[in-house]
Every structure is written in C-alpha cells, then in structure tokens.
C-alpha cells in the first residue's frame, strides 16, 4: 500500500548546486626579456564556426557588405589608380579585397594583406595587396609592439616587415597584440543552437512513423512481419493494411515543437544582435516597419565605424586616404515623418502632466 504520510518527504538536493562562476579572462603579455610569438592557433575552428553555421555566416557576410561592398572614393588620382588595379590572389579587386579583409577580421579577430610596394617615378606605388589567412601568420613583438610577421609558405616561415603587412584587429582591448574574434562571446550559445537544431531535426524524422503498434498477439514471427510490412509501406509512402482488430496504432507521445522553435529562434536573434547585425538587415522577415527603421539606424553606425576604421588604418600603414560609401541613411526621414505625425509620436503637454490616484 502506498505510504501517505507526508512527514517522509526528503529533498533532492539542489542546494549542493554551485554558484556560476565566470571564466577569467587574461590579455597576452610580451616576454619582457626576449621576442615574443603569437600564433591564430584558433583560426582554422573560427572558420569552421563560419563556414558551417548559417547566422555566423550571414551576419558576417551582411556587415561587410553594407559597410565595403557600396563603392568607394579617393581625391587622389594616383591612389585611384593603385586601388583600381590590385588583383589580390589574380582576380579580386580592391572592394572584395576589403570584404575579405572584414570577414575575416571579425570571425578570427585579425587580417593580414601583403602590401607588394613598387619604386615608381622616384616614390613607392603600391602594385597588389595580397591576403593570408591568419592560421599561416605569427605576429613577433618585442617591448609592446610588433616587430615583424612570419608567414608559413608550406615549407618554411617567411619574414614579411611590418611596413609590407596590412594588419587590422578586431575590438584589441588593454595592451593585445592581437584582436577579439566576434565568435569569442557566443560560441555556447551557437553550440546550443546547433544541438537544438539536431533535436528537433530527429523529432521531425520521427513523424514519418505511425508511433506505436499494439499488437493482439504475443508470437513474434507474426509482430516481425507485421512490422517490416509497416516500415515498408511508410518509407514507400504506400498503403498499410492490416486484418480487423489485431493491431491498434498509437501516435508517439511528443511535447508541442513550440517551445523548442523559440528556444531556437531566440538563440539565432541573440547570434545576430552579438554579432553586430540586426536580423532584418539580412531578412525581413517577422520585421515591423518601426522595427525595420529602428534596426537600420542602429546598423549605420556598425557598419559606418567598420568603415571609418578601415579608412584611417588604410591612411596609416598605406598612407593612402579613401572614402567607402556609407548606406543610405533613415535618419532624415525618419525625423521628418516624427514631425508630420506629431499626433501619434510626440509626447503631449496633458501626458506629460503627472497624474495621482486620491
């Protein structure tokens, strides 16, 4: 008989559940006494991350086109004509060059280009601009500051000084040699969306089955038969027939997929939002027109500092000055359409009255 005395109840223990602790995290310090080196030991799973995740790879894709893939300008002449003709690998241009370069200082934190430099009229010309990838790079630095890069060419490391090397990093905080990968705060939460995805990808499967078949027979031969005749007739997308009253068909017993889309619809939001991206700058879709322009204006200032630094880096290792063009701008209008529905938008002397409950 069942015991109904309530003075028996024990805990499960959860209170032994330990405080969340979050990880350190230390900078990279030079060798005070000697060289130090710093490989992109993590580049080649960064890339994967990119490569195999569709929201890492659209946002990443997303920001660099708004802010690289628009045009470009110089006031001078003869930078037009350096830039126009750089073919990179042999068929890039300088905006794919420049895309290549964002992409890939955001997933790995740092981007490397070879500046090829060429004696022309008595003064350095800049002939091609070549990039490599960061897993092949290591940075020297000595006292605080880089003091040249290597680059493995499958056989040996290449010195390359750091007047011939375009080095841009991502969100270099205190005193790193080195940049932040976009990847470094949310790789749990890509993971997480990536087992849920899975989950979810095996239930879906699972619909293609009848469930559960309560056989009125204990012999097995018979049950083995009926189930293969079953298996058969669903992977066939065929009739299932079955003599009266010896089989009842039973669905799986399975919790509603809502849940666990907005588990997962919540993780692919917060992947974009960590990225710098809002997701209606990639799709529209479930977007409001308010939260449509909300999202734009919040990205022209993303995709407008990629830009602004990209500019001033290329100023200061090139000594070259070009404009990228920035999107078009809502803000304007956005204002105008504040003031025509002052109505609807602004707030009203009786609003802002305060109002008590006597």
């Given at each position: 008989?069942?015991?109904?005395?309530?003075?028996?109840?024990?805990?499960?223990?959860?209170?032994?559940?330990?405080?969340?602790?979050?990880?350190?995290?230390?900078?990279?310090?030079?060798?005070?006494?000697?060289?130090?080196?710093?490989?992109?030991?993590n580049a080649t799973t960064d890339l994967g991350y990119y490569a195999n995740d569709p929201i890492v790879f659209s946002a990443a894709n997303?920001?660099?086109?708004?802010?690289?893939?628009?045009?470009?300008?110089?006031?001078?002449?003869?930078?037009?004509?350096?830039?126009?003709?750089?073919?990179?690998?042999?068929?890039?241009?300088?905006?794919?060059?420049?895309?290549?370069?964002?992409?890939?200082?955001?997933?790995?934190?740092?981007?490397?280009?070879?500046?090829?430099?060429?004696?022309?009229?008595?003064?350095?010309?800049?002939?091609?601009?070549?990039?490599?990838?960061?897993?092949?790079?290591?940075?020297?630095?000595?006292?605080?500051?880089?003091?040249?890069?290597?680059?493995?060419?499958?056989?040996?490391?290449?010195?390359?000084?750091?007047?011939?090397?375009?080095?841009?990093?991502?969100?270099?905080?205190?005193?790193?040699?080195?940049?932040?990968?976009?990847?470094?705060?949310?790789?749990?939460?890509?993971?997480?969306?990536?087992?849920?995805?899975?989950?979810?990808?095996?239930?879906?499967?699972?619909?293609?089955?009848?469930?559960?078949?309560?056989?009125?027979?204990?012999?097995?031969?018979?049950?083995d038969t009926a189930n293969a005749a079953i298996k058969k007739g669903i992977d066939d997308g065929d009739m299932i027939g079955v003599p009266?009253?010896?089989?009842?068909?039973?669905?799986?017993?399975?919790?509603?997929?809502?849940?666990?889309?907005?588990?997962?619809?919540?993780?692919?939001?917060?992947?974009?939002?960590?990225?710098?991206?809002?997701?209606?700058?990639?799709?529209?879709?479930?977007?409001?027109?308010?939260?449509?322009?909300?999202?734009?204006?919040?990205?022209?200032?993303?995709?407008?500092?990629?830009?602004?630094?990209?500019?001033?880096?290329?100023?200061?290792?090139?000594?070259?000055?070009?404009?990228?063009?920035?999107?078009?701008?809502?803000?304007?209008?956005?204002?105008?359409?504040?003031?025509?529905?002052?109505?609807?938008?602004?707030?009203?002397?009786?609003?802002?009255?305060?109002?008590?409950?006597?």
């Amino acid at each position: 008989m069942a015991e109904l005395n309530l003075n028996k109840a024990t805990t499960v223990g959860l209170i032994g559940v330990p405080n969340f602790i979050m990880d350190a995290k230390v900078l990279d310090a030079d060798n005070v006494e000697a060289e130090t080196t710093h490989y992109f030991e993590n580049a080649t799973t960064d890339l994967g991350y990119y490569a195999n995740d569709p929201i890492v790879f659209s946002a990443a894709n997303g920001l660099a086109t708004w802010a690289f893939s628009l045009g470009w300008t110089a006031e001078d002449d003869n930078t037009i004509q350096e830039f126009k003709h750089v073919t990179g690998r042999g068929n890039d241009t300088f905006a794919n060059l420049m895309w290549n370069h964002e992409v890939m200082k955001l997933i790995v934190g740092d981007a490397f280009m070879e500046i090829i430099w060429e004696d022309k009229d008595n003064k350095k010309a800049i002939s091609n601009l070549v990039p490599i990838s960061p897993e092949r790079v290591r940075i020297i630095s000595e006292g605080g500051r880089i003091k040249r890069y290597e680059v493995w060419d499958g056989k040996d490391w290449k010195e390359i000084k750091t007047t011939h090397m375009y080095h841009t990093s991502n969100k270099r905080i205190g005193d790193q040699i080195h940049g932040t990968s976009q990847l470094d705060a949310i790789r749990k939460t890509i993971d997480a969306r990536q087992e849920a995805e899975e989950d979810e990808r095996t239930i879906k499967h699972r619909d293609k089955a009848i469930g559960i078949c309560k056989y009125k027979t204990n012999n097995q031969g018979k049950i083995d038969t009926a189930n293969a005749a079953i298996k058969k007739g669903i992977d066939d997308g065929d009739m299932i027939g079955v003599p009266d009253d010896t089989v009842d068909f039973e669905a799986f017993p399975v919790k509603s997929s809502e849940d666990r889309q907005n588990w997962i619809q919540s993780r692919e939001n917060f992947t974009y939002a960590t990225l710098g991206v809002p997701r209606n700058m990639i799709a529209s879709d479930g977007t409001s027109e308010v939260g449509g322009i909300n999202g734009h204006l919040i990205f022209e200032v993303t995709a407008g500092k990629e830009a602004l630094d990209e500019e001033e880096s290329i100023e200061s290792q090139m000594f070259r000055v070009v404009k990228f063009t920035r999107p078009p701008s809502l803000a304007p209008q956005t204002q105008e359409n504040q003031a025509a529905n002052t109505g609807t938008t602004q707030i009203q002397p009786a609003e802002a009255e305060p109002k008590l409950n006597r």
